[in-house]
């Protein structure tokens, strides 16, 4: 191609305070910081979320700001309040088709368009499809029926129409080929880096000025977590009540990260346990504050029950941080052997290690040690040339090579 390759990288996504928000700030971060010649990158996103990634977009890479449309407002003002959240169901379950593209990336005349987000689109360019995974096949109790057969629906039609799907770890690759019958050589894994690699680090005074907001003592555990069912908060306020019960012991565990309708339940079973004075949900931090709450923890707990990379691990090695996470899906594939690892449905396991990180002050220091080796396989710049590498091959497809028939005119 005597001419730049131009990749649209549809970030359309409906908050930047989740797991893709902090994978997406750091892609941009790594292409706009990238040498390679001869591609050019226009992150696409919505109105609201222009201030969010601007800072992170410059070089080679530019922002692409498009008007919220009128039923994601709409969706984005009933999700706060409990009693209207059934009428967007409602309204969801009269719109389930398989959105089309509205134009723009065709307009635009890309080559090829990225989706970060499971939430996609049809459309004739080539394109790469990230489902991150597929936990409502393993885990369907934490789904409605509405949303279940929503993102089935989805999931299939977009790796079933991408001309790669992109998953960040090979027990997932493994996954989306078994379940969804894909092509060995369609699904491609390319693993991310810390995010960390993209904030400024923060000043000695932000830190202590974080450590002084909210009161963080000298020992504590970390859990970076949204409060969704599969990450297993629960299994963490049982050990406390163990630890307190049967060791005599009352660590505090500090939790960030959006508060869901799922947390009402969480303070119910602490305040049941007896633990609800050492839980502390912070909230969403700011990259300065959520560094210093890394920097200043003991340990991280990763508790969740499933995962289609674990990025808080890398983030947690990136603070020199020693991790205790869960043995569930990809975590062992991620940190290796420097992790202490529990069974998520064994509460008395996680207790466990937790009295041991906390009484072992060599063991602290031997896992710190493993974290760093691990992260240096793991860099946000490696993660951009790969994405760089697999650009180029998806732009060698043309939309004659694609599977399904021509997509329909957009509705």
């Not at 050492?278 to 210093?292: C, I, K, N, W």
């Amino acid at each position: 191609m005597d001419r730049k390759l131009r990749i649209a990288i549809d970030c359309r996504i409906a908050t930047s305070q989740q797991g893709v928000g902090t994978a997406v700030l750091a892609l941009a971060k790594a292409l706009s910081d990238s040498k390679v010649a001869g591609q050019e990158y226009s992150f696409i996103v919505r109105e609201n979320l222009r201030d969010w990634l601007a800072p992170y977009v410059y070089g080679p890479c530019k922002l692409a700001v498009i008007p919220a449309s009128r039923l994601s407002v709409l969706k984005t003002a009933l999700r706060p309040i409990a009693p209207l959240r059934f009428i967007w169901h409602k309204l969801r379950d009269g719109i389930a088709h398989i959105p089309v593209s509205d134009g723009y990336v065709e307009s635009q005349k890309f080559d090829l368009v990225h989706f970060p987000d499971p939430r996609a689109y049809l459309t004739d360019l080539p394109s790469i499809y990230q489902p991150w995974d597929l936990q409502h096949l393993h885990y369907p109790q934490f789904f409605s029926k509405t949303d279940f057969g929503l993102r089935e629906k989805l999931y299939r039609a977009f790796c079933d129409r991408a001309s790669y799907v992109c998953v960040q770890a090979e027990w997932t690759r493994q996954d989306v080929i078994k379940r969804y019958g894909l092509p060995a050589d369609k699904v491609v894994v390319i693993p991310w880096g810390s995010v960390f690699d993209a904030y400024k680090t923060p000043s000695v005074e932000s830190m202590h000025a974080t450590i002084e907001k909210y009161a963080l003592p000298t020992q504590f555990f970390f859990y970076p977590a949204v409060t969704w069912p599969h990450k297993n908060h629960e299994a963490i306020f049982r050990a406390l009540h163990i630890l307190k019960s049967e060791h005599g012991t009352a660590p505090h565990v500090y939790f960030t990260g959006l508060s869901t309708e799922h947390r009402p339940a969480l303070d119910k079973l602490a305040r049941e346990l007896g633990v609800f004075e050492q839980v502390h949900f912070l909230g969403f931090l700011t990259p300065e504050e959520l560094q210093a709450v890394f920097n200043a923890a003991t340990a991280m707990v990763f508790a969740s029950k499933f995962e289609g990379f674990g990025l808080p691990i890398l983030e947690a090695f990136h603070a020199r941080l020693p991790v205790i996470s869960s043995n569930a899906t990809t975590l062992p594939e991620v940190a290796g052997d420097a992790a202490l690892y529990f069974d998520p449905y064994s509460p008395v396991e996680l207790a466990s290690l937790m009295k041991t990180i906390l009484d072992t002050p060599e063991l602290r220091e031997e896992l710190m040690r493993k974290g760093t080796l691990v992260l240096s396989q793991h860099s946000i710049g490696d993660t951009a040339a790969d994405f760089q590498a697999l650009y180029e091959r998806t732009a060698e497809l043309s939309s004659q090579d694609h599977r399904l028939s021509p997509v329909p005119t957009a509705i």
